[in-house]
């Protein structure tokens, strides 16, 4: 791989034309009603490279921001960030530092459900900002994984009706 395409793939994407086309449309509805309810919500971070998630892995599990670990996965297969399927919200801007803290993301959480998408801190291992399409199970299995290797992105986006 070039070093070109390196730095883009090392980029924290929040581009959502990179998720899956219904849950994209999930959560710019949720945003926007988090948004109405004077919840100041945006995305961070969705489709992760596999580049990137090496490097987040990589660095002791921590980025400037967030202070926080980011991931337990080695490669981007095993989180639905991975798949388009998953994004990391968090506040406008305090961040990871939402007055109120959890109580904040639960807030925001709350109107998610309301738009088929799961949160992460509802875990054994909370990951408050992390919120993925419902029709995920809590990770990508070795069936998704398959699923992308013999029919590419689309096909796992088929599969769990994230793509019309
Ligand atoms: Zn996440």
Not at 19 to 37: E, G, M, Q, T, Y
Not at 86 to 102: C, S, Y
Not at 131 to 159: E, M, Y
């Amino acid at each position: 791989m070039s070093a070109q395409s390196n730095d883009t793939a090392l980029m924290v994407n929040r581009d959502l034309s990179k998720l899956a086309p219904r849950f994209a449309d999930s959560v710019k509805a949720a945003i926007d009603a988090c948004n109405r309810l004077g919840l100041p919500a945006m995305v961070y971070e969705g489709y992760r490279s596999l580049e990137l998630q090496a490097l987040y892995y990589k660095r002791g599990r921590t980025v400037k921001p967030p202070m926080a670990p980011v991931t337990n996965a080695p490669t981007n297969l095993f989180s639905w960030h991975g798949y388009g399927l998953a994004v990391d919200v968090v506040h406008r801007d305090l961040f990871w530092k939402p007055p109120g803290g959890n109580a904040w993301f639960a807030q925001v959480a709350a109107v998610f459900a309301g738009h088929d998408c799961n949160w992460g801190g509802n875990w054994t291992h909370p990951d408050p900002p992390h919120f993925q399409w419902a029709r995920c199970a809590p990770s990508p299995s070795d069936k998704i994984r398959d699923i992308l290797q013999t029919q590419g992105l689309q096909g796992v986006w088929k599969a769990l009706e994230a793509i019309a």
